[in-house]
């Protein structure tokens, strides 16, 4: 195959833009200035994984999943010293900001959002899943049709039972509601998903074991008669003497606590259902 002199230019370019974008200094990056007075506030646009600050004339703290702070040290540097580097690596992505001094306060910077065009795509191995995808899902899961009939609890005039469990990755997605048939509302105060022993004994001792839930769909506080959420957890097995417990408690004083019992049998049918959810859109 020939290439005439316009591909190969073509090819050139292509090769100097990728050479470009695989390496870059600190003045190629975007840059932000500091001062020690201020507090930079950087948002990202998913939570974040990892930060590093390349010096230890920052100080950096991190309040919010996806929200770091800085600020210089100490004064005393000269306008437009480079005082650090940061990155900023979320669950997609990676960034790097370079840290300038400023001594003029009304040129630092207070307040940044990642944008898009400084974001470089990164897999990340800890996250096989992201938050955004996390929520889809649940959203998906959330919209979709009862496939559950038989696992359900009564208690307190209260019907808690459970809708769908599907498997997505290295998630379990627990789809459950809860029916009110009184007229007091229901404050939540407390989600706890656990491993419990099905049967209790007397003579032996009874061992719980607390799952994290990674996401929550709903964060509403309280339901008068009707209530549905999506649950994520890390995907599990456990032996046929144990449950998957989901348990909803009610804030003092009225103190009402209602719990959904799931089978390992039941849980080992969310895998028939994965591919079923991944074609919902």
């Given at each position: 195959?020939?290439?005439t002199?316009?591909?190969?230019?073509?090819?050139?370019v292509?090769?100097?833009?990728?050479?470009v974008?695989?390496?870059?200094?600190?003045?190629?990056m975007?840059?932000?200035?500091?001062?020690?007075?201020?507090?930079?506030?950087?948002?990202?646009?998913?939570?974040i994984?990892f930060?590093?600050?390349?010096?230890?004339?920052?100080?950096?703290?991190?309040?919010?999943?996806n929200?770091?702070?800085?600020?210089p040290?100490?004064?005393?540097?000269?306008?437009?010293?480079?005082?650090?580097?940061v990155t900023i690596?979320?669950?997609?992505?990676?960034?790097q900001?370079?840290?300038?001094?400023?001594?003029?306060?009304?040129?630092a910077?207070?307040?940044?959002?990642?944008?898009?065009?400084?974001?470089?795509?990164y897999?990340?191995?800890?996250v096989?899943?992201?938050?955004?995808?996390?929520?889809?899902f649940?959203r998906?899961v959330w919209?979709?049709?009862?496939?559950?009939?038989?696992?359900?609890?009564?208690?307190?005039r209260?019907?808690?039972?459970?809708?769908?469990?599907?498997?997505?990755?290295?998630?379990?997605?627990?789809?459950?509601?809860?029916d009110?048939?009184?007229?007091?509302?229901?404050?939540?105060?407390?989600?706890?998903?656990?491993?419990?022993?099905k049967?209790?004994?007397?003579?032996?001792?009874?061992?719980?074991i607390?799952?994290?839930?990674?996401?929550?769909?709903?964060?509403?506080?309280?339901?008068?008669?009707?209530?549905?959420?999506?649950?994520?957890?890390?995907?599990?097995?456990?032996p046929?003497?144990?449950?998957?417990?989901?348990?909803?408690?009610?804030?003092?004083?009225?103190g009402?606590?209602?719990?959904?019992?799931?089978?390992?049998?039941?849980?080992?049918?969310?895998?028939?259902?994965?591919?079923v959810?991944?074609?919902?859109?």
């Amino acid at each position: 195959m020939k290439l005439t002199i316009r591909g190969i230019l073509a090819i050139a370019v292509l090769f100097a833009g990728s050479t470009v974008k695989a390496q870059q200094t600190y003045n190629e990056m975007e840059q932000l200035t500091v001062n020690e007075q201020v507090t930079t506030v950087i948002t990202a646009t998913e939570p974040i994984s990892f930060v590093d600050i390349s010096t230890d004339k920052i100080a950096g703290d991190q309040p919010i999943n996806n929200t770091i702070r800085l600020k210089p040290k100490e004064a005393g540097h000269e306008d437009g010293e480079v005082l650090a580097i940061v990155t900023i690596v979320t669950e997609r992505y990676r960034t790097q900001y370079a840290l300038l001094y400023t001594t003029r306060l009304q040129e630092a910077v207070t307040d940044k959002v990642v944008q898009p065009i400084e974001m470089t795509a990164y897999h990340n191995p800890a996250v096989s899943l992201s938050t955004e995808d996390m929520y889809r899902f649940a959203r998906q899961v959330w919209l979709s049709p009862a496939r559950y009939r038989n696992v359900s609890r009564r208690q307190h005039r209260m019907t808690m039972r459970l809708n769908n469990i599907y498997a997505v990755g290295d998630y379990f997605f627990l789809d459950f509601s809860i029916d009110n048939h009184t007229n007091i509302r229901f404050d939540i105060d407390e989600i706890r998903v656990k491993l419990a022993d099905k049967k209790v004994s007397k003579a032996t001792n009874s061992q719980v074991i607390e799952l994290k839930p990674e996401m929550e769909l709903e964060q509403k506080g309280s339901f008068l008669h009707g209530y549905r959420n999506v649950l994520v957890v890390r995907k599990m097995t456990f032996p046929n003497d144990k449950v998957l417990t989901i348990e909803v408690s009610e804030k003092q004083i009225s103190g009402r606590t209602i719990a959904l019992n799931i089978d390992y049998e039941d849980v080992l049918c969310a895998d028939s259902f994965n591919e079923v959810l991944l074609q919902e859109e």
